[in-house]
């Protein structure tokens, strides 16, 4: 019998707590203010690799776009080393933390300037293409949800364990599509509902 | 070394449809999802140190030049593992009402008024032993739009960082005894009883400071256990 903590909604006022600098303008008056624990920029100033910028969109079961949500990022860095005790491999000298936070704004859009990751280790050894792990938490949602992003001009996607497991006729919702740009956009939506529902993983 | 996360742990947590609380309907995956193995992006997770929060930041009665309004309140607690292990180093984030029942959010426009000297927001990091502690005032219960004369009952909303991205937890904190629990669908979309009151907290008459502040402790127990060496050929 488990004993953890339930999750419950991250609610629609998340934004002055955790966004405060950001997208959402929960302050027009300038009243109040408070600082980011987390930036949706995640690019330090001695990070290599390509500097890319992710935008899009999460909508709802009636497509229209969530205007109230958080998007929460975790990605390895250009090595496919991530920040974190629980990857043992020699960390890069590098400050970059590979967590990123953004809010949506009235469009309901969410951006993030960080570079690309590298491929990770996979189950049994094999890599796995390029990817971010997505997290999602707004109003409506009383627990987050997961997916991840991989990249429209990845050869590696063809052969990563994790999409693989994916129906292919669903393998598209999460792709990221280049728009190209100086540095390259790519563009992520995620659909909650519908026929393009996003594939959302239990992890 | 790492830590299996078993989905099980998960059981009692609120389903994604929750028609009882409206916004669910259109915000929830309505095909099944999909389990797959945990991989080094799943068992790892960002770690934010001491240097994430500033001295004072888990205070919200010292954030403008005068005291805010309310009954000022010590709330203070462990993060736990599953194995009621401390989570140390762990990032801490809160958010709440003033003690009338409002939120400086733009988008609360409910007649209560705001207070100058509250802006609700705090974070802090827990200590060696998993302790994290944060002063503020009761926050006040607020009207939404639900359902009919909806009221939602007192509540912190606590952000909180674990061993992994996988034990990511975003909560609401309750207080003991509120007369509105019966009708808050976002309460009661935890509906396993026990795992329900793991969300309320317990009134601390101990660490009370007399004269001074109410304390209220609230024990947070995130997913991970068993630390087990880490088999780079099967990260389930």
């Not at chain 2, 907290?201 to 947070?220: C, G, H, Q, R, Y």
Request: hydrophobic content about 35%; glycine content about 8%; proline content about 9%.
């Amino acid at each position: 019998m488990s004993e953890i903590t339930p999750s419950q909604t991250v609610g629609p006022f998340f934004a002055y707590g955790l966004t405060p600098v950001g997208r959402c303008d929960w302050d027009p008056n300038g009243t109040y203010s408070w600082k980011n624990s987390v930036e949706s920029n995640l690019v330090t100033p001695d990070v290599s690799g390509t500097r890319i910028r992710i935008e899009g969109t999460v909508f709802d079961g009636d497509n229209k776009p969530i205007n109230d949500c958080m998007i929460e990022i975790w990605q390895a860095d250009a090595q496919g080393r991530y920040a974190s005790p629980g990857d043992n491999r020699s960390l890069p000298n590098t400050q970059f933390k590979g967590f990123g936070r953004s809010a949506t704004d009235k469009a309901g859009i969410f951006a993030f300037d960080t570079i690309k990751p590298g491929a990770v280790p996979g189950p049994g050894g094999k890599p796995q293409a390029p990817h971010i792990v997505v997290a999602i938490f707004s109003r409506g949602m009383l627990r987050q949800v997961y997916t991840r992003l991989y990249f429209s001009d990845e050869a590696a996607n063809a052969a990563d364990p994790v999409l693989g497991l994916v129906p292919a006729d669903r393998r598209g919702t999460l792709i990221a599509h280049k728009e190209g740009g100086e540095p390259p956009l790519y563009r992520f939506n995620v659909h909650m509902q519908g026929d393009n529902e996003t594939v959302f993983f239990e992890i | 070394m790492s830590l299996i996360y078993p989905t099980k742990s998960l059981e009692n947590f609120p389903k994604h449809l929750t028609p009882g609380y409206k916004s669910t309907v259109k915000r929830s995956p309505t095909k099944p999802l999909m389990i797959i193995p945990h991989t080094l992006s799943e068992l790892t997770g960002p770690i934010y140190g001491h240097n994430a929060v500033q001295e004072g930041d888990n205070d919200l009665t010292k954030q403008h030049k005068g005291e805010p309004l309310g009954e000022r309140i010590i709330v203070h607690g462990q993060v736990l593992d599953e194995d009621r292990r401390p989570v140390k180093n762990a990032l801490v984030e809160l958010w709440q009402a003033n003690a009338c029942g409002r939120y400086v959010h733009n988008v609360d426009q409910h007649p209560a008024p705001l207070d100058p000297n509250f802006t609700g927001a705090g974070r802090t990091v827990t200590d060696d032993n998993g302790a994290y502690k944060f002063i503020t005032v009761k926050p006040g219960a607020y009207p939404w739009g639900n359902h009919p004369n909806a009221w939602r009952p007192n509540h912190i909303h606590f952000s909180v960082f674990g061993h992994s991205f996988v034990s990511r937890l975003v909560t609401q904190m309750y207080f003991p005894g509120d007369y509105l629990f019966p009708f808050d669908p976002i309460f009661n979309s935890v509906t396993d009883e026990k795992a329900r009151n793991r969300m309320v907290a317990s009134f601390d008459l101990e660490n009370t400071v007399p004269d001074w502040a109410l304390a209220f402790k609230f024990d947070i127990v995130l997913r991970g256990r068993e630390a087990t060496p880490l088999d780079n050929d099967d990260h389930h």
